[in-house]
Every structure is written in structure tokens, then in C-alpha cells.
């Protein structure tokens, strides 16, 4: 069973405009949650996190909204830029990611056009 | 900070033949982790380790497979008898202890396995 989905395989935007990844997850023990951006051969590199006990992150260019009640998160870049180009996945982990192992979606793939 | 390094970057392997990885943390972090990720798919949690002691196994690890960290350092992880299903990117991390970003999990580029 998948605990953590990111539905939508790809996206495509224009550069400069807004792209946002979406993530929705069952599992009621997870509290902690993190975006990690992958390019290809090469390892998932940690982008930004959010607690249970916000709605909302902000770093730079980029933003995480929580919506607990809706199980439901999204990722917020902007602007975009094509070096933005690469697999975005969703993470998740129970107990605010003491123990920690991490849940992952299976990604999003998003193009950002010059 | 040097960062997490996995060696070797590829494997090509039969199957049948055991293969072993390594993987090197950043330096002050005594928490260590590995997953798996097969093609279209998410990175899925295999194990992880606090200093030396194994703390959590996924059922995804199978007898076949074994993961050690003997000096709280390095850590290898070991696939006996590989078989065609084995091939994957076997990924590592690191982190500090500690809750939300404290313990942030820090990958490693990856060991690309191929069974044939």
C-alpha cells in the first residue's frame, strides 16, 4: 500500500512562472514531512521540511504547505528555472523523525522550459 | 562536510554471485541508512543503524542480504546469492540524532546494481 502518493508523474511549466508539486499521504503517524529533489545519477538531495505543527515553510524560492486535515501537501517553486529541472519526491516519517525511517512517493518529475 | 560516499558508484554482477557496498558517512553523524530504489519507483527504506547497533529492519531485506557498521563508521551491505529482482540503486544516508531538521537524512550518489 502506498502510505505517501504523488499522483501527477510529470509537470511541465514555463520558466518564471510557479510550479507546484502536490503530495497526499494515509498514514495518521506521520508528523514530519520533506521534499528532496534528484537529478540523474546521483542521489536525492534534501530541499525543505515541514513539521505537523505548521501549515507552512518557507526558503527562498521555495515553500511547503501543510493541510493536516486533508492528509494533503504541495511544494511551491517560485520562480521557476530550468535548472529546477529534476524528480521531486515526497517524504514523510512518524514520531518528527527521531527514529527515522522515511516514506517516499514515487516522484515527480518536473521540467521547467526556458 | 564532505558529504556521503557510496563505493562503487556500479556493479555489474551474474546472478548468483554475492556482491558488497560500502557506504561512508559524513563525519559527525552517528546515524546511517539504507534504501532502495527501483526504476519508476521512490527510495524504500531497508534499514538503519545508530553508531553500531542495528536498530530497524524492513521486511524488505531479505535473508540474502546482510548489513553491517562494525566501529560505528562505515557500513557495508551485502546481497548473497544476487538474483535478476536485486537490481536497483541501493542508496545511503546520514544524519544526526535529533527530531525535524536536527536529523535531516543526508544521501550518498548511489550504487547502481545490475544483475544479469
Known amino acids: 500500500d502506498q502510505q505517501v502518493k504523488q499522483n501527477s508523474p510529470s509537470l511541465s511549466v514555463q520558466e518564471g512562472r510557479i510550479s507546484i508539486l502536490n503530495c497526499d499521504y494515509t498514514?495518521?503517524?506521520?508528523?514530519?514531512f520533506l521534499w528532496y529533489k534528484k537529478y540523474p545519477a546521483e542521489g536525492p538531495t534534501f530541499l525543505i521540511s515541514?513539521?505537523?505543527?505548521?501549515d507552512k515553510n518557507e526558503d527562498g524560492r521555495f515553500t511547503v504547505f501543510l493541510n493536516k486535515s486533508a492528509k494533503h501537501l504541495s511544494l511551491h517553486i517560485v520562480p521557476s528555472q530550468p535548472g529546477d529541472s529534476a524528480v521531486y519526491f515526497c517524504?514523510?516519517?512518524?514520531?518528527?523523525?527521531?527514529?527515522?525511517?522515511?516514506?517516499f512517493g514515487k516522484g515527480i518529475t518536473l521540467s521547467v522550459r526556458p | 562536510d564532505t558529504g556521503v560516499s557510496q563505493d562503487p558508484r556500479h556493479k555489474i554482477t551474474k546472478r548468483g554471485q554475492n556482491v558488497t557496498f560500502r557506504c561512508d558517512p559524513i563525519?559527525?553523524?552517528?546515524?546511517l541508512y539504507w534504501y532502495r530504489q527501483t526504476l519508476g519507483q521512490g527510495p524504500e527504506f531497508l534499514t538503519y543503524?545508530?553508531?553500531?547497533?542495528?536498530?530497524?529492519k524492513s521486511r524488505l531485506l531479505s535473508d540474502r542480504f546482510s548489513a553491517e557498521r562494525p566501529k560505528g563508521s562505515f557500513s557495508t551491505l551485502e546481497i548473497q546469492r544476487t538474483e535478476q529482482g536485486d537490481s536497483a540503486m541501493y542508496l545511503c544516508?546520514?544524519?544526526?540524532?535529533?527530531?525535524?531538521?536536527?536529523?535531516?537524512?543526508?544521501f550518498g550518489p548511489g550504487t547502481r546494481l545490475l544483475v544479469l
Open positions: 517524504a514523510a516519517s512518524a514520531y518528527s523523525g527521531a527514529n527515522s525511517k522515511l516514506t
Open positions: 543503524f545508530q553508531n553500531e547497533a542495528q536498530l530497524e
Open positions: 515541514i513539521s505537523s505543527i505548521k
Open positions: 498514514n495518521s503517524m506521520f508528523d514530519y
Open positions: 544516508a546520514s544524519s544526526r540524532p535529533g527530531t525535524g531538521v536536527i536529523g535531516t537524512q543526508y
Open positions: 563525519s559527525e553523524h552517528n546515524r
